[in-house]
């Protein structure tokens, strides 16, 4: 996952999370956790179409 320094007080980034809406956090959570570099390699996957979506039928192997 690449990385970025970036110098911002620490109450204008407390300020900056507070604002953020529910979706906001939840994406945020992901991304300071492990599984939030997973996600973003799959997303590049998906962008890069190296790997395709799979339809809901095969999603829930209905």
């Known amino acids: ?8 007080p620490i109450r204008q980034l407390a300020s900056m999370i507070n604002r953020l809406n529910r979706k906001e956090l939840e994406t945020l959570s992901l991304f300071l956790t492990e ?25 829930f192997d209905v």
């Open 1 to 8: 996952m690449p990385e970025m320094k970036v110098n911002v």
């Open 35 to 59: 599984k939030g570099s997973e996600l973003l390699k799959r997303n590049q996957d998906l962008k890069s179409q190296k790997v395709e979506y799979l339809s809901e039928d095969e999603a």
